[in-house]
């Protein structure tokens, strides 16, 4: 697994800069109610952790006068969380685990972009012991389909862009009539703006949690054709899933779009020239669900020579 699938990103983690004073530092900790986070310079270099003992310490050993004045910098650290860096194994990562609460994760540059908690590390062990770990099918392909499960409970939690690209890169390779390769996908992943399409799409509330969200459109001058854009627009939308499914902790579903009406509020909202047509969408993020493998289809439903 990649360590960005449990990457609680930056923006989303409390840390405190060497800059503040010792006061503010005190005050956050006692919003956040941590007693211990990542410590940054001001370029955004992890200098080290910082916690409720360390300032405590400091201020027995000089004095409270200087809690106001007193820069962090100044206060001698117990112990600092071992960073890794965004490239290195979860064997690095799991090891690195066994003696803090959190991992500082640094970039290719050094610079400090979020943190992986053991409590998340620990829960993702326990979500996939708790998953179905035989292999429905020894061809790859055939287990992937057999074990592709429709998921609609997110965690409330950013996928990385790397990822995203990844599987939107899917949509260019994807088969088309004639190979006209009139799809076009546009991927949202504003959540204010994801609200209101759940809004406007006539099954409302239906995709709102989700993290992203992904529209199949055709180009109908490039391909006229309902029914080639129909199938299309089919199987761009399948390979998308699927892709989806490739990473074991995310998790997507499918999302009818055949109200003309409310399709052409949703493309109007986004912005969408006149002539695309929106043929499907797909809502997808972190799974907050996991579901077994499909059971083995009725063998009465397939014909062979005829009926």
């Known amino acids: 697994m990649n360590i960005l699938m449990l990457l609680t990103p930056k923006k989303d983690v409390r840390f405190l800069t060497t800059n503040l004073t010792i006061a503010e530092a005190l005050t956050i900790l006692k919003i ?8 940054l310079d001001k370029d955004g270099y992890y200098v080290g952790t910082i ?10 050993e000089n004095g409270l006068e200087f809690a106001s004045t007193r820069k962090l910098r100044a206060v001698r650290r117990n112990r600092d969380y071992a960073p890794v860096t965004i490239n290195a194994s979860m064997e690095d990562l799991i090891k690195t685990s ?15 972009i979020g943190i992986v908690t053991r409590k998340d590390l620990l829960s993702d062990f326990i979500n996939k012991f708790s998953q179905k770990t035989e292999v429905i099918k020894e061809n790859p392909i055939l287990n992937a389909l057999y074990k592709r499960r429709s998921i609609r409970k997110f965690k409330k939690k950013p996928v990385s862009q790397e990822v995203v690209n990844e599987i939107l890169n899917v949509a260019l390779i994807s088969p088309s009539a004639g190979n006209r390769r009139p799809q076009h996908v ?11 399409l759940s809004v406007l799409h006539q099954k409302g ?20 054709n309902v029914y080639n854009a129909l199938s299309n627009s089919s199987a761009l939308l399948f390979s998308m899933l699927l892709a989806i499914d490739s990473y074991e902790n995310l998790g997507g579903f499918w999302i009818a779009t055949r109200n003309d009406e409310h399709n052409k509020k949703i493309l109007n909202f986004l912005g969408v020239p006149s002539n695309f047509t929106l043929y499907g969408m797909i809502a997808f993020g972190i799974k907050g669900e996991y579901k077994g493998a499909n059971e083995a289809v009725n063998i009465e439903k397939i014909h062979q020579n005829g009926w």
């Open 98 to 112: 066994l003696g803090q609460n959190f991992i500082p994760i640094l970039d290719d540059r050094n610079y400090f």
């Open 51 to 60: 916690t409720e003992g360390d300032l405590l310490w400091y201020l027995e």
């Open 186 to 196: 546009v991927f949202v992943n504003d959540l204010a703006k994801i609200k209101e």
């Open 32 to 39: 956040v109610r941590y007693n211990s986070v990542p410590l």
């Open 205 to 224: 509330g239906q995709f709102e949690n989700a993290s992203n969200l992904i529209l199949i459109l055709n180009d109908d001058e490039k391909e006229p």
